[in-house]
């Protein structure tokens, strides 16, 4: 059973900086490919950012230079620390994880999500 869990939304006014962070846990053997993901009401889920296990990273056009993505293999984590926010920011935040059980088992898994509020 593996779980993946996200943190770190709430309402911050525009300009401001907010950081994300997703945990995974359980039956975990590696961790490859992880990434943000936002949903905005009435619309699609989007792709944000991704990172490599090896560190490699690659951001959607509309947060480069704002948003930056990283992880902690040895504690299974991953971030995104957001600055200056705009309100088109707001969104549903997701993480997603590529993670193996076993050397021939993985799957995709996604978190909750967690609510991201960019207003004055």
């Known amino acids: 059973q593996v779980q993946v869990v996200e943190s770190g939304g709430g309402l911050v006014q525009p300009g401001g900086s907010l950081r994300l962070s997703c945990a995974a846990s359980g039956n975990i053997f590696s961790i490859y490919d992880m990434g943000w993901y936002r949903q905005a009401p009435g619309k699609e889920r989007d792709l944000v950012a991704l990172i490599t296990s090896g560190g490699n990273t690659n951001y959607v056009d509309s947060v480069k230079g704002r948003f930056t993505i990283s992880r902690d293999n040895a504690k299974n984590e991953m971030y995104l620390q957001m600055n200056s926010l705009k309100p088109e920011d707001t969104a549903v935040y997701y993480c997603?994880?590529?993670?193996?059980?076993?050397?021939?088992?993985?799957?995709?898994?996604w978190g909750q999500g967690t609510l991201v509020t960019v207003s004055s």
């Open positions: 997603n994880a590529e993670i193996a059980t076993s050397p021939w088992s993985k799957g995709n898994y």
